[in-house]
């Protein structure tokens, strides 16, 4: 299907015009002016996403909403975008969670405002840029430029350790990328083109698929990211602001899982499954290790941080089963952690912005003085654990019926973390919230704002409606996941 109106265009472009706009012409003197420009400026990106979800159709897993044109013509490269029921839904997720992230630093950021909502806006159209993109080389060139804006808010508006965090972030994640570019340039010079479905027709032979996939899987395990090159993240999340924060949680690390499932496996199918056991291993290793180091944490975001390592293990476990409920589980697992990590994190920024510490045992007592938070607090909290009627349980009891399809002790040890998961995420809350006010400043508190209490909301509504009724992102990545397996079950050893 080809769209007459260039919808993922506008997604993409409008928010990086805005964004370059604010650059332009923004400045601390006129803050209330770029603060409306940027929330415009998301929400106008925002619409098209709309029209995509409103348009899709899920009964094909043809591309849909295509646009092509000529790019680079010397080297056979195009502007090519479309989106399937594996890439559809992450769009209007970035779009929504960058509206989200600019009312976020409405009323906190008061230092280069213009820059500050210029880099969130830019960085949402380079991210549904890579979900979108059908060329190896423009999604290449996607991936890496979301390094650039994201360094930046890092190391500029983060933390004491800001500059560390943000060369550590872009270190790893850089250096991971270079063996992917190898890879894209070997598939270029084996089929004369840069598009991505041409790739996934290609034979290839088993000497040629394990160093391919192992060249993918440096850049996206990174980017997940998987143990043990996972340490990098708490480091980022600690420095980072709130929506930094919010957004490489929410976003960014899906941009690594969606690697796996655009290039890995549909290219190299033959090593995916050669390979698989040394994936699932690693994941079950970051979902069973990582949640036993998120419990002796003593910082808010560093444990959330490592909780959504955990989380994302459940995504590549779900990946390398192939079987439909482990791979669809693991999608909308994908996006339920974008709606859960994101509230979470928005949530300790509320407190953050009240007392600059994020760390646990500052607090105690919050629900006296903060009901209204403590409710939405908890409601978060418990999606985190994977309560039913909440989006956390949907894509983790998928993966794990998925899991016992493929091997009963490998669910076995993945449901028994959910008890890991239980534990880290209440202890936290029952140490922050509960208890007599032992502290003075905690004392002092004030409930939500109207602007906070929104915001809180639509994500909360947004939670509660994936884990209610899922069926929407079901019906819609039904047939791209058939058609990715069938695809993968096939030998392309030639």
């Not at 403590?374 to 985190?384: D, E, G, P, S, V």
Request: charged letters at 10%; a neutral charge.
């Amino acid at each position: 299907m080809s769209a007459g109106f260039p919808f993922l265009s506008a997604a993409i472009w409008i928010p990086i015009l805005v964004g370059g706009f604010l650059l332009a012409v923004g400045n601390d003197r006129n803050r209330g002016v770029v603060r409306g420009v940027a929330l415009a400026g998301a929400l106008l990106g925002l619409l098209p996403t709309l029209s995509i979800v409103a348009g899709f159709d899920g009964s094909t897993a043809d591309f849909q909403f295509t646009e092509k044109l000529p790019w680079i013509e010397r080297f056979g490269a195009h502007y090519h975008l479309g989106v399937d029921g594996l890439s559809m839904w992450f769009v209007p997720l970035t779009a929504f969670i960058t509206v989200i992230v600019v009312i976020a630093g409405w009323e906190v950021i008061e230092d280069r405002v213009a820059q500050y909502m210029a880099a969130f806006l830019i960085l949402s159209g380079l991210m549904i840029g890579v979900f979108s993109a059908l060329d190896g080389l423009l999604f290449y060139v996607f991936f890496e430029a979301t390094l650039i804006p994201m360094y930046i808010i890092i190391g500029v508006w983060g933390g004491p350790n800001r500059v560390y965090a943000a060369f550590k972030f872009f270190l790893y994640t850089l250096l991971g990328s270079l063996l992917t570019l190898v890879a894209l340039i070997y598939l270029y010079l084996k089929s004369g083109s840069f598009s991505i479905p041409d790739w996934h027709a290609l034979p290839l032979s088993m000497a040629e698929q394990v160093p391919i996939f192992l060249a993918f899987m440096a850049a996206f395990a990174v980017k997940v990211p998987m143990w043990p090159v996972h340490t990098w993240l708490p480091d980022a999340h600690v420095e980072a602001p709130t929506g930094g924060s919010v957004v490489l949680a929410a976003i960014m690390l899906k941009l690594g899982a969606y690697g796996f499932l655009r290039f890995s496996m549909p290219i190299a199918p033959d090593a995916s499954h050669e390979l698989a056991g040394f994936v699932i291993t690693l994941s079950l290793i970051a979902v069973v290790y990582i949640g036993l180091v998120a419990l002796v944490q003593t910082d808010m975001k560093k444990l959330v941080a490592y909780s959504s390592i955990a989380h994302m293990g459940f995504v590549t476990l779900g990946f390398f089963m192939f079987n439909p409920l482990g791979v669809q589980g693991a999608i909308l697992q994908m996006i339920s952690h974008g709606f859960i990590s994101g509230a979470m994190f928005l949530c300790i920024g509320v407190l953050y912005d009240r007392m600059h510490s994020r760390r646990i045992a500052d607090y105690g007592g919050v629900v006296n003085t903060m009901p209204m938070f403590a409710a939405f607090f908890l409601f978060f909290t418990m999606a985190n654990c994977g309560l039913p009627a909440t989006s956390g349980f949907v894509g983790e009891f998928l993966v794990i019926l998925g899991a016992v399809q493929f091997n009963f002790w490998i669910a076995f040890g993945a449901a028994a973390t959910l008890i890991l998961g239980a534990a880290y995420s209440l202890w936290m809350y029952k140490r922050v919230v509960f208890g007599a006010v032992a502290n003075e400043h905690v004392a002092q508190l004030n409930d939500v704002n109207r602007r906070e209490f929104w915001m809180l909301a639509v994500m909360a509504v947004a939670v509660l409606w994936m884990g209610v009724a899922p069926r929407p992102m079901t019906d819609a990545t039904d047939a791209s996941v058939t058609a990715l397996l069938k695809h993968v079950s096939v030998s392309k050893i030639r």
